[in-house]
């Protein structure tokens, strides 16, 4: 069992920027793939970006070249920065974990890009 703690959403304006956050409850060292997905309202949820414990990323189209996941093992949490914000970013964001061969989720924190 995996509790995923995440923090960061907010309202931000257009073009501005916003940094999530999730920490797991076991080490990162335990978990191979971390992600974020998001949802907005009346949409299916969607893979927002992924990384391996060997630092292997992956984004989703829209997003490349403005968000950036990372992972800090020392630290153990996993990070989304996320830059250069539309209103279409707005969604509910939910970190996600794999962790022997089970997935797991985050509550979700709520981002809304809005001017």
């Known amino acids: 069992q995996v509790q995923l703690v995440e923090s960061g959403g907010g309202l931000v304006q257009p073009g501005g920027s916003l940094r999530l956050s999730c920490v797991p409850s076991?080490?990162?060292?335990?978990?191979?793939?971390m992600a974020w997905y998001r949802q907005a309202l009346g949409k299916q949820r969607e893979l927002v970006a992924n990384i391996t414990s060997g630092g292997t990323t992956n984004y989703l189209e829209s997003v490349k070249g403005r968000f950036t996941i990372t992972r800090d093992n020392a630290k153990n949490t996993v990070d989304l920065q996320m830059n250069s914000l539309e209103v279409e970013d707005t969604a509910v964001y939910y970190c996600n974990a794999v962790f022997n061969g089970f997935l797991f989720w985050g509550q979700g924190t709520q981002v809304t890009i809005s001017s």
């Open positions: 076991v080490s990162l060292f335990r978990i191979y793939v």
